[in-house]
């Protein structure tokens, strides 16, 4: 069953699509197929904001709860006082330590949805496996490497010979992020038509995504996500004055330490996970891999085509800055399939309201948001990095 967001998200982009089909158009003359395709469109908006409605129409229904739960959020955002629910509900629970700093643990099915614009951002959750708890418990999550396993050829009538898989446990603790205090102008909370539920949730998921992107790239594992960098083995350090450079050779060497299994492997089979093999640097290092020449002295970086990502020795390059700057000994670069880091996210949301005078006499109040997610490098034979040299 689909859930709410993707029953929001399936309408919008069907209707988007047909707009945009609309303009494209123009007064050209429609085809048979230019029509087909409109009304699959139309008909696929149609039949999205139909199930919806039904799902509003039964109070058991995960949208009517969803609602519910929704509405009690806006009034604790715009008044401080929410009504309190049981079940499914969300729950008011005040601080004991500042009276005007009030503590709301928001329902699971609106805190869904601000996990989900998580997932969405941030350059680790593009290329990330992601997945979804229920509570921040601590978590043992198994992973396997079986690049080295293989079958066997049987003769007739000849025995099966026993090859166990081998599994390990990879932590995947949740570690709280906050988004630091912001003020809201009281204005913006007393006009009904500002969706002020959108306007938190989205301070909250850029402060709140950035400061995860960037654990989920060098965390150090205590306290806080293990990042990949920290998690991934060197498959490669620089000879001596690479401190802040790279050579060709280099890559080349980086690129074939990773088992061919984990990047290049086929398989058609849609049960089967896609791997997601490529590079992951900085602009800084960017800035530097751009400039290398081949032994021919042409470039070896393969600019991005419409729609595609750049090219480095045929594979796919993902920027991301909180990826280490060239330095001494430092972590630049990570080559490998990337969808094998795993990102854990709790539908564990908290959201403070600060009424203090120093709010109210600048006129405004003040939010906190609280997410609590881990990850983990949940194989490490699949990524390595490049480390440059110590001097």
Do not use: C
Not at 151 to 178: M, P, Y
Not at 303 to 310: D, L, T
Not at 324 to 343: E, T, W
């Amino acid at each position: 069953m689909e859930t709410i967001r993707e029953l929001q998200g399936r309408m919008s982009a069907s209707a988007r699509a047909a707009r945009h089909m609309l303009n494209e158009k123009g007064s050209q003359k429609w085809t048979a197929l230019d029509q087909a395709v409109f009304d699959q469109l139309v008909n696929q908006a149609d039949r999205a904001e139909l199930l919806l409605e039904q799902m509003r129409a039964d109070k058991g229904s995960p949208v009517a709860q969803w609602a519910g739960q929704r509405n009690e959020l806006e009034q604790f955002i715009r008044n401080g006082t929410p009504a309190l629910r049981t079940g499914a509900g969300a729950r008011n629970a005040m601080s004991t330590t500042t009276p005007a700093e009030g503590g709301y643990t928001v329902g699971q099915l609106v805190a869904a949805d601000m996990v989900s614009m998580l997932k969405g951002y941030g350059w680790m959750r593009e290329v990330a496996d992601q997945v979804t708890t229920t509570t921040g418990e601590d978590l043992n999550y198994p992973s396997s490497d079986g690049t080295a396993e293989v079958g066997e050829l049987l003769a007739q009538n000849a025995a099966a010979s026993s090859l166990d898989i081998s599994f390990a446990a990879r932590g995947l603790n949740t570690s709280k992020v906050g988004s630091k205090v912001f003020a809201v102008p009281v204005e913006l909370l007393q006009d009904a038509a500002i969706d002020v539920v959108a306007l938190i949730m989205q301070r909250s998921v850029e402060r709140i995504g950035r400061t995860q992107n960037q654990l989920f790239t060098t965390g150090t594992g205590t306290g806080q996500p293990i990042g990949l960098v920290t998690a991934s083995a060197v498959g490669k350090t620089g000879t001596a004055g690479q401190t802040a450079t790279i050579i060709y050779d280099d890559l080349v060497d980086l690129a074939d330490s990773v088992d061919d299994a984990h990047t290049g492997m086929p398989s058609r089979h849609a049960s089967l996970p896609e791997a997601v093999p490529g590079w992951m640097f900085s602009q800084t290092m960017r800035k530097v891999i751009r400039k290398l020449k081949d032994a021919d002295g042409r470039p070896i970086w393969t600019p991005s085509m419409a729609g595609e990502r750049p090219q480095l020795l045929d594979y796919p390059v993902y920027i991301n800055n909180d990826m280490p700057a060239p330095a001494a000994s430092a972590k630049s670069l990570a080559f490998g399939n990337l969808r094998k880091y795993m990102i854990r996210d709790a539908l564990r949301v908290t959201l403070m309201r600060f009424d203090d005078s120093g709010f109210a006499m600048a006129g405004k109040v003040g939010f906190l948001a609280h997410a609590r997610a881990g990850g983990n490098l949940l194989d490490t034979s699949a990524v390595k990095t490049y480390q440059h040299s110590a001097s």
